[in-house]
């Protein structure tokens, strides 16, 4: 199960990839990693976190900020996404499909 999550992460760094580029997505990732310290209780639940202390290991449920970098500088999952043909036009939402912003749940009080 773990293996599986470490692997979406690959995938969604290719998405976040291919919507931006290769370089915004790896200084995203650094952004992430070098953020402030863990408060006591994201160190009591590292194992489940990006930068959690277990990283690098099986039982990480993301690979290391290293791993992450390698597989988007190499493209090893960008390659592999399906390319759309399609007029980006017809799949940009209308605003009024968009909810506003009191429907969202965090945006309330």
Do not use: C
């Amino acid at each position: 199960m773990l293996r599986l999550s470490r692997s979406r992460e690959y995938w969604a760094d290719a998405i976040g990839a291919a919507l931006t580029s290769k370089e915004h997505m790896i200084a995203a990732l650094e952004k992430l990693h070098n953020g402030p310290e863990l408060s006591e209780f994201e160190r009591q639940h590292a194992g489940l976190m990006f930068r959690g202390v277990a990283a690098g290991s099986l039982l990480s449920t993301h690979p290391t900020l290293e791993e992450r970098r390698a597989a988007l500088q190499s493209e090893a999952y960008l390659n592999r996404l399906p390319v759309l043909k399609a007029n980006i036009s017809t799949l940009q939402p209308s605003t009024a499909d968009l909810p506003k912003v009191e429907e969202i749940a965090y945006a309330k009080e």
